[in-house]
Nanobody
Framework: QVQLVESGGGSVQAGGSLRLSCVVF????????MAWFRQAPGKEREGVAT???????SMADSVKGRFTISQDNAKNTLYLQMNSLKPEDTAMYYC???????????????????WGHGTQVTVSS
């Protein structure tokens, strides 16, 4: 059974940093497209970053230059380093996975097969 477990969320002041982690259980981690999404209250879920099995990554324009996605295949773990956080980054952050290449699924939340339960990030001004 595939499970994705996020951690690392919390409350920080604007300008601060957090690192989110997502541990994957139940499949060959390196064979999947991995992604981070976020959803703020009253808003649709939006893609933040994706990373392919070969390490190729993409970042949403809203977080470019501030967030970095990375992975450790040996630990079956996905990361999201978030720096220079802004109040508008406040949201529930979700880890997602799909066996197809990131080029196929990109930021289409409906396309991802597996999801974690999320970790809350709150940024105060």
């Amino acid at each position: 059974q595939v499970q994705l477990v996020e951690s690392g969320g919390g409350s920080v002041q604007a300008g601060g940093s957090l690192r989110l982690s997502c541990v994957v259980f139940g499949y060959a981690y390196s064979a999947y497209c991995m992604a981070w999404f976020r959803q703020a209250p009253g808003k649709e879920r939006e893609g933040v970053a994706t990373i392919d099995s070969d390490g190729a990554s993409s970042m949403a324009d809203s977080v470019k230059g501030r967030f970095t996605i990375s992975q450790d295949n040996a630990k079956n773990t996905l990361y999201l380093q978030m720096n220079s956080l802004k109040p508008e980054d406040t949201a529930m952050y979700y880890c997602a996975a799909d066996p197809r290449p990131c080029l196929w699924v990109a930021y289409g939340a409906e396309k991802y097969n597996y999801w974690g339960h999320g970790t809350q990030v709150t940024v105060s001004s």
